[in-house]
């Protein structure tokens, strides 16, 4: 097994296209977006993740990593598209619908197919009846998932380092994956099949999001109680078996966000506590606006400065961002006049983004959204004459 196709160059795809091209195999990435196949083939990056613009650009001179908007034949093809939800939370998974005709086209015989985007348990057994149907004589294929665990931030660390599950429609599918995986990964790789490893990964981020719930309810209820949530979580964190996650402006970015949905859509009746805890979540900005609001009528037009835009610390990805709505309502109401500091973007459309030096001197309130590393920098005493809403406890 030594060509390989990725489809999709996202967040998922183009790292992990880029380190198996750093691992000798010849890597074609396939994408929709000919500005995104132009930028890899000029060995350039159209997404920010430490180190990856470098590994780009080196795999793409070694010529071991090219794109195109079309597949060649290869013995590995790796579908890694977005599988987001429709207006009423169910997963669209037409995207991994296309990439699975797509592969179609290239297929033959022994080849191995993997599903690493997070996607609703059946999903891989549908991409293996997809092909059975346009492909019926082309056997055997092996078609696998093998969910992707790696954290914004931490991508090409992880991609090697994380455990990898990895199921397949059956036992020899599975055996083949397992094999190729072992090539490049310093994880465990684990076996198991192919609606376990999907259920897995979704259980993987729902854990987290009952978990922020958990920790955003108590900061409600602390806010009511007069007590430091903060302080509340570090305490009671101190028991052997407690592990409170941390409250925040709500639950952003593209995956514990939307996957617990999967779960819900697939089983509305039982999974009441997932449910509920994506409401909490959802809630969260909303009552953090509330806050601003209330505090802002303490002045006849203050200037409110909200540090953080991204979904979460020290990137720049603004996609499903609790920071971002926050901050467009805001906008929207009217409160004041709104300037945002968001040291991981140049610029934000319709935003007034200006220094944190700036935000300090300038601003009567103000909001801190995101943890970023400058922001955390920050101290009680250099804010004591702003009204402070801190969503991240930073001042802690
Ligand atoms: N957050 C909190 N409190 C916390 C931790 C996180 O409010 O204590 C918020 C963050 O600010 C952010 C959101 O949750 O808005 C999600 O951030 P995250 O860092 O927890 O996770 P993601 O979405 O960047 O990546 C997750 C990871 N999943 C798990 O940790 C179980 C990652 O390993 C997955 O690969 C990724 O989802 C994915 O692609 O599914």
């Not at 005709?101 to 057994?125: A, K, M, Y």
């Not at 309130?365 to 009204?387: G, N, P, R, S």
Request: with cysteine.
């Amino acid at each position: 097994m030594n060509k390989i196709n990725v489809y999709g160059l996202g967040y998922i795809g183009l790292p992990t296209a880029s380190l198996l091209a750093s691992k000798g195999y010849e890597v074609l990435g396939i994408d929709v977006s000919a500005k995104v196949v132009d930028t890899i083939n000029e060995g350039n990056v159209h997404i920010v993740e430490p180190d990856l613009d470098v590994l780009v650009r080196s795999v793409v001179n070694s010529k071991k990593l090219s794109a195109a908007l079309q597949p060649t034949p290869a013995d590995v093809h790796i579908i890694a598209v977005p599988t987001p939800f429709k207006d009423n939370h169910e997963p669209d998974v037409s995207y991994v619908e296309a990439a699975a005709n797509t592969i179609c086209d290239v297929l033959e015989v022994g080849n191995l197919v993997i599903l690493e985007s997070t996607s609703p348990v059946g999903s891989t057994e549908m991409i293996s009846d997809i092909i059975k149907k346009r492909l019926p004589n082309v056997s055997p294929i092996y078609v696998a998932h093998s969910p992707e665990r790696v954290i914004p931030g931490r991508v090409l660390h992880e991609l090697i380092e994380n455990d990898r599950v990895i199921g397949g429609v059956d036992d020899q599918s599975t055996n083949v994956a397992i094999e190729f995986y072992q090539s490049f990964v310093n994880g465990e790789v684990i076996a198991t099949n192919a609606r376990t490893a999907e259920m897995c990964k979704l259980t993987e981020n729902s854990f987290r999001d009952v978990n922020i719930a958990f920790a955003n309810e108590l900061s409600l209820i602390c806010d009511k109680l007069d007590i430091n949530v903060w302080e509340l979580v570090k305490l009671a964190n101190h028991h052997p078996r407690v592990n409170i996650l941390q409250p925040g402006p709500g639950v952003g970015g593209h995956c514990i966000a939307v996957d617990p949905w999967f779960i819900v859509s697939a089983d509305p009746e039982h999974a009441k506590l997932i449910h509920q805890a994506r409401l909490v979540n959802d809630a969260k900005p909303q009552w953090v606006i509330e806050k601003i609001l209330t505090c802002a009528k303490q002045f006849t037009q203050p200037t409110i400065a909200c540090l953080g835009a991204a979904f979460k610390a020290d990137i720049d990805d603004l996609r499903e961002s609790p920071s971002l709505n926050i901050i467009k309502q805001l906008q929207q109401k009217n409160a004041g006049d709104l300037v945002v500091v968001e040291p991981n973007v140049k610029a934000i459309e319709g935003l007034k983004l200006i220094s944190l030096e700036q935000a300090i001197n300038e601003a009567d309130i103000i909001v801190i959204l995101v943890d970023h590393k400058e922001f955390k920098k920050l101290t009680a005493a250099q804010l004591q004459d702003k009204y402070v809403i801190d969503t991240k406890g930073i001042l802690n």
